[in-house]
């Protein structure tokens, strides 16, 4: 589910294959690592008050790329203290979606490197900052041997405890916010202190009085490269380590001494080396880092180059590295997609879970798995499925990985079934009851496990009367219907209608299609006009043209491009019409609109243009929103599944936008699982996570638009063609000689 549910409950109630760590765990210790972007840190501010100084690029720390402790960057803190002035600069945790602020330690721990020496009376102090803004006294930076030496990195090492709230509230040390260094003796002489790798841990783990009692970790074994067209990809199997907190990554190009490129967080054994040119040689080698710095020995060498692609090779590039979040990233033991990564390793996502079995088909196919491996990973999430409680047929938005419970992410009122990610689901499982429907035991099993889930969702309970006229999105047995949300288009629900008209065990009637979904209610204009703030499209058809681009269907300017994918994963909508339009058409015209908007960049953003554009829902540097091409919820943020699922609809331009993220972002925007979830240029701002409803996507989509293997797979299905005629689709010619819309 995308941004509607969310919208709406805010108003009502105000990854991995074996490994070390969880994700969660890393980001429980780790306050600072690295930054995305090489020049400034976005996660940082600052300020000065004459005479006193502090050097600051765009108002933030800038980035040191020189002198790091860990691999390719740190901080910058660069400041003079002249008495009567004062400075202050701020360095805040990364926030992540879902990703609970829980800091778990008893000891905060940094590293720090000046070309100068400074003595221990000239340092700056430090006041940390909690998630409700209270507080600590200011505490004096110390190194154990007193003074930081000339040139040489240390740590310093400063007990909590020593943190005492100067707040009106206690301070909360495990929600931490924020550091604040500031002005401490005004010695009036520049100084430079470059910081990295701020964290919270044990003493009884992370000093080296306690890794001094330890082996350090194994280095890591069966270390492999592939060269792409302009990165590098390096995996290797992960290391057993209670202790492991990271791995390093090294890299020798021309025979060259091996110099560190990177860091890798302890529950991932793969990392993306953007080289950014076709034609260089690598070799790379690993080493395991425990909680303490102490380092394993260099792994075996691998090599690999760089080589030009062709566009269906990048393709296929794009294609896999998605994949990986479904495969790799999938939680441990439901098999099932995680909402994000890194994040809450518990959420498993149930529509994202959907899409990420349309991309296990993909999987599959494309040879990036075995069918053995997809056939057995799909009967890992049935097994899953199976044990998640159900709503009258319907699964929760969220369940937990571990124990298969709904989880209540949006609030107390959804404790039930969500009736849309349970049609994203069964999309999913539809179409992969389709592609594993060969004779052995375990394909036959799987197709009659699926059969028997579809059979089980009671769509026409979601109606709630015989009589009403749309279906709702949710239901709980506490709260019955109280949120009340009625699903009406056009929006990313259309498959929910579809699967409801088609169920041959729990059907709606098909006029139900064009009373509900289409419907022409007053309840349907509103909750048009409502969330859009237009009546342009409120009665379903629009027939308006924005940027010279007709929209048949769709309210104001059409909203997120996720309404063109969600739906569309594995219904096919070529060659077809309804009373209003044929939904390929419409959906390419959406997506033209989309781009049209961002060359056109009303809102003057950095970047814009016909190969940056891709407005959909997705975090931003503000939080979670569904951009869309209008002023109103534009800032600036392009979302790359937006315009790389668009592949089936705008195959120039999204290759043209595939190439400008890979080849001119991919430095900031590459990962191990693709693209990350978004972008602003604007504010100089990278995603830190991925996302499991905008990954699948690309890998489904791209597919359809090579082949159209997922459409195929889920057209087949037995009950689609008689829905679509209840329903009254046509083949386009037919349609459009007779069609009339009401």
Sequence with gaps: MRPFFCLFVCIII????????????????????NSITPDYYYYSSG??????????????????????????????LEWRSVAGGSWETEVRVVSMRNRPTDFIGDTLYMWCYSPESIPAADLPVLQLEDEEHDFTVPVKLQTASGDVPAKKWIQIRLPLSEFATASIHPFQARELHSLHFSQGTTDDTPRTLILDEIKIDDKSVASPVAAEVRSPPHAPQNIQAKGYDRHVDVSWDPVADDTLQSYAIYRSTGGHKFQPIGIQSADTNRYADFIGRAGVSATYRVKAVDRSYRQSALSETATASTHELSDDELLTMLQEACFRYYWDGAHPVAGATLENIPGDDRIVATGASGFGIMALIVGVNRGFITRAQGLERLTKILDFLEKAPRYHGAWSHFLNGYTADSMLVFGMYDNGGDLVETSFLMQGLLAARQYFKGGSDTEQSVYHRITHLWETVEWDWYRRT?????????WSPQWSWFIDHRLTGFNETMITYLLAIASPTHGVPADLYYKGWAGQSEAAREYRSGWSGSNEGDRYSNGHSYLGIKLDVGVGTGGPLFFTQYSFLGFDPRGIHDRYTDYFDNNRNLVLIDQAYCESNPGRFQGYGADDWGLTASDDQLGYSAHAPDRATDNGTITPTGALSSFPYTPEASMAALKFFYRQLGDRLWGVYGPH?????????????YMGLDQAPIVVMVENYRTGLVWRMFMSNPEIQPMLDKIGFKPDNAAKASSTVP
């Excluded at 972008?679 to 996570?689: A, E, G, I, M, T």
């Design 14 to 33: 105000f990854v991995f294959p074996c490994c070390a760590a969880t994700p969660t765990d890393y980001y429980n210790h780790v306050v600072f690592d």
């Design 47 to 76: 300020r000065a008050v004459f005479p006193s100084s502090i050097q600051l690029l765009s108002g933030s720390l800038p980035v040191e790329k020189k002198n790091f402790f860990t691999a390719p960057n740190a901080l910058h």
């Design 466 to 474: 015989p009589t009403n006229d749309a279906l709702l999105w949710h």
């Design 677 to 689: 979830d978004a972008f602003n240029l604007s504010q100089n701002w990278f995603s830190p996570v």
